[in-house]
């Protein structure tokens, strides 16, 4: 399932195009498919399947790093554009780079991939883009008015907690304070 959910940034990658998201395909999984990777990955960490699944797990990191550059350029764009959906863009930000940290860094931690100098360079990258998203977070003061949020919008409310909770797990593993456990 993630592989075929996946075909069409396969596609983008090939293309060298941008890929939206319009809930299509991995996009309309939970956190953009992140969980759906996760849970294959720990699937096949822990035995299930061989070399063959080994690999083809490994062989969504390039998708990742595509989706590094592509979803910033548009999230980025769109808060230019849209500045007053600063809250959602930003919370959209955070989530989609804390998962990506969290994926990749368990990938690593589990022995299904050992990052190159080029893609850990794009790791640091990354994890850069989540210290600065989270600096605009507190400079809004979006974390100081959550009880308000939680009344304005509530699901919006639901993405900082929970997505605040991936980012700083990717945070932790990205500077080595985090340990993956299965």
């Known amino acids: 399932r993630l592989d075929a959910e996946s075909a069409f940034l396969?596609?983008?990658?090939?293309?060298?195009?941008?890929?939206?998201?319009?809930?299509?395909?991995?996009?309309s999984y939970t956190c953009g498919g992140a969980h759906l990777f996760q849970g294959v990955a720990f699937a096949v960490a822990r035995g299930h399947g061989g070399e063959a699944e080994r690999a083809r797990v490994a062989a969504h990191v390039p998708l990742w790093?595509?989706?590094?550059?592509?979803?910033?350029?548009?999230?980025?764009?769109?808060?230019?554009a849209r500045p007053d959906?600063?809250?959602?863009?930003v919370v959209q930000r955070m989530k989609f780079l804390g998962h990506l940290l969290e994926s990749l860094h368990k990938l690593a931690a589990m022995g299904l991939w050992t990052p190159s100098e080029a893609e850990g360079k794009r790791?640091?990258?990354a994890l850069a883009q989540l210290v600065a998203t989270v600096e605009l977070i507190e400079r809004a003061g979006l974390f100081a008015k959550l009880p308000e949020l939680r009344v304005a919008n509530e699901q919006l409310y639901l993405d900082y907690v929970g997505d605040?909770?991936?980012?700083?797990?990717?945070?932790?593993l990205a500077i080595g304070q985090g340990e993956v456990r299965y």
């Open 10 to 27: 396969r596609e983008g990658v090939a293309a060298g195009v941008d890929v939206p998201k319009r809930g299509q395909h991995l996009f």
């Open 65 to 80: 790093l595509f989706r590094l550059d592509s979803e910033l350029r548009q999230i980025d764009a769109a808060l230019q």
């Open 85 to 89: 959906y600063g809250p959602i863009l």
């Open 123 to 125: 790791l640091d990258y």
């Open 164 to 172: 605040a909770a991936h980012a700083l797990r990717g945070l932790e």
